[in-house]
Each structure stands twice: as structure tokens, then as C-alpha cells.
């Protein structure tokens, strides 16, 4: 692994001698390299960021996963942004399809969540107006946290009482049907969520970059071509105008580039 940007004297550092692709960083130095930001004077307010891989024409998937587009370093990556968030927010429709499991307790972040005041996995809260889910997944049958899910008051209630039993906990964040995203981001932070961590997919992702919530984007960029008709990272709707981030770092390994990008 190595840093290509913000260059410092001590940049070259991260490269071992004799290999141009650099050591393997330790989660330590990954979890420094993406810390969230520090709580503001008036206290820790909410801040989501986004983490996805894009090929280099734009696919955030390949056959539906992302996965065959990914790399061992990239897996590091989201299992440190893992291990630093309160809570991973995910669309229904990826849940479907990666077929997600609840968050994990990992040894060696305990000892920091702990120190943050946080429990020993991020919460998994599923964004899904319909809450057409299968509750006997382990998502909802063995998470070390109830799994949330994110819906609008006019969820079904045979759906809603389906999704308690289950042990869920059902968390209204908009009106009639819809999600409302700046409603979901309070509410999430109400419950003490403040580190926000999105994995997608490109439908809530497009509904978080027209809403304005984004607060960074943590953007894997593959070198690999897919063409095809794959989705990009962020559908939806559109925005009247682009919004702009701006680079805050960015690090490279076999080929890989791992950038982060903050709301200007």
C-alpha cells in the first residue's frame, strides 16, 4: 500500500524497500488513515460517508455483486470502515442480493470501540419502504444488535408486525411510502448514531446525493473494464447541479486506487 496523495516528507515511508507496490498497512494505520472527523464544540453531530468500487468504466457491479470487482486490499478497507461506524446503512434491494449477514465483533478493534463508547459491531439499518425482506435471515434472526430498518409511515402494518416479531426494530423516517434521507440521518443520530457508514447500493446512494447528506465518499477505483449495462455507484434521481468534493486522500496497491473525497 502506498500514498499518493496528500504527499508529506514521509510519504515514501509506507513503501517497503524493493517493492514499488508498497507493505501491507495494518489496520491500525488504516483505521488512522480514515478517522472520522472529531466531534464539532456543540458535540459529535452526524457525518455519513459512502464506501463503493467503480471499474474504470463506471460498473459498481459485475453479474449483480461486487465482489469480482473488489480485491484483497479493497475487503481490508471495508472492514476497517466496518469497525469504525456506528451504523451501516444499506438499501433493501442490496441486502437482497449480497445477501447480508449483521456485522461482526472483531478483536482487533474492540479495544477502540470500546474507548469510542461504541458496542462491538456497527448496527446494520436497512432502508426499505416496502419491508419486503425474509426475516429468518441471520440478519435478523442472530445480529450482536437489532438490525433497524428504515421505512415511511405508510409501511404495511402486517409488514411492520412481521418485522418486530422478528426482533427488528422498525424506525419511521418518512411520510407515506417513502424514506425521507435528512429524516433517516436525525433519526439514526437520535439513537446515538453519529458515525454513519453507507454501502449502498447505487439506488440509496443517488437518493443520498440528491437529498444532500453526504457528507465523504471512500471510492475504490478497479482497474478493470466491464462493460455491459452494469449500474453506476449512485442512481435516482438527479441533481440540479453537480456537487463538488474535494480529495483528501488517496492510496494505491496493485493497481488499486483507494480515494477519499469530502463535501466541499
Known amino acids: 500500500m502506498r500514498r499518493l496523495f496528500p504527499v508529506t516528507d514521509v510519504t515514501d515511508e509506507t513503501a517497503a524497500p524493493g517493492g514499488e507496490d508498497g507493505r501491507e498497512w495494518s489496520l491500525a494505520e488504516l483505521a488512522a488513515a480514515y478517522a472520522y472527523p472529531g466531534?464539532?464544540?456543540?458535540?459529535?453531530?452526524?457525518?455519513?460517508?459512502?464506501?463503493?468500487?467503480?471499474?474504470?468504466?463506471?460498473?459498481?457491479?459485475?453479474?449483480?455483486?461486487?465482489?469480482?470487482?473488489?480485491?484483497?486490499?479493497?475487503?481490508?478497507?471495508?472492514?476497517?470502515?466496518?469497525?469504525?461506524?456506528?451504523?451501516?446503512?444499506?438499501?433493501?434491494?442490496?441486502?437482497?442480493?449480497?445477501?447480508?449477514?449483521p456485522a461482526r465483533a472483531r478483536a482487533e478493534f474492540a479495544a477502540a470501540r470500546e474507548a469510542a463508547g461504541q458496542g462491538p459491531a456497527p448496527v446494520?439499518?436497512?432502508?426499505?419502504?416496502?419491508?419486503?425482506?425474509?426475516?429468518?435471515?441471520?440478519?435478523?434472526?442472530?445480529?450482536?444488535?437489532?438490525?433497524?430498518?428504515?421505512?415511511?409511515?405508510?409501511?404495511?402494518?402486517?409488514?411492520?408486525?412481521?418485522?418486530?416479531?422478528?426482533?427488528?426494530?422498525?424506525?419511521?423516517?418518512g411520510e407515506g411510502g417513502a424514506v425521507d434521507p435528512a429524516r433517516a440521518v436525525r433519526a439514526l443520530a437520535d439513537l446515538g448514531?453519529?458515525?454513519?457508514?453507507?454501502?449502498?447500493?447505487?439506488?440509496?446512494?443517488?437518493?443520498?446525493?440528491?437529498?444532500?447528506?453526504?457528507?465523504?465518499?471512500?471510492?475504490?477505483?478497479?482497474?478493470?473494464l466491464a462493460a455491459g449495462d452494469a449500474q453506476r455507484i449512485a442512481g435516482g434521481p438527479s441533481v440540479t447541479l453537480p456537487r463538488r468534493f474535494t480529495l483528501k486522500s488517496m492510496l494505491e496497491e496493485d493497481g488499486f486506487l483507494f480515494t477519499r473525497y469530502q463535501r466541499s
Do not use: K
Open 39 to 101: 466531534p464539532a464544540s456543540g458535540g459529535r453531530e452526524p457525518w455519513l460517508r459512502a464506501n463503493m468500487v467503480s471499474t474504470l468504466d463506471g460498473a459498481a457491479q459485475h453479474d449483480g455483486r461486487s465482489q469480482p470487482i473488489s480485491c484483497p486490499a479493497d475487503m481490508r478497507i471495508f472492514g476497517t470502515l466496518r469497525a469504525l461506524a456506528d451504523v451501516v446503512v444499506v438499501g433493501a434491494q442490496t441486502v437482497r442480493q449480497e445477501g447480508y449477514r
Open 193 to 224: 448514531h453519529t458515525r454513519l457508514l453507507t454501502e449502498g447500493g447505487p439506488r440509496l446512494l443517488g437518493q443520498l446525493v440528491a437529498s444532500g447528506v453526504l457528507d465523504e465518499l471512500c471510492l475504490t477505483v478497479s482497474p478493470m
Open 124 to 173: 446494520i439499518a436497512v432502508v426499505t419502504a416496502s419491508l419486503d425482506l425474509d426475516f429468518s435471515l441471520p440478519l435478523f434472526t442472530s445480529p450482536l444488535a437489532p438490525t433497524l430498518l428504515l421505512t415511511g409511515a405508510g409501511a404495511a402494518p402486517d409488514r411492520v408486525a412481521a418485522a418486530e416479531e422478528a426482533g427488528a426494530r422498525v424506525i419511521t423516517a
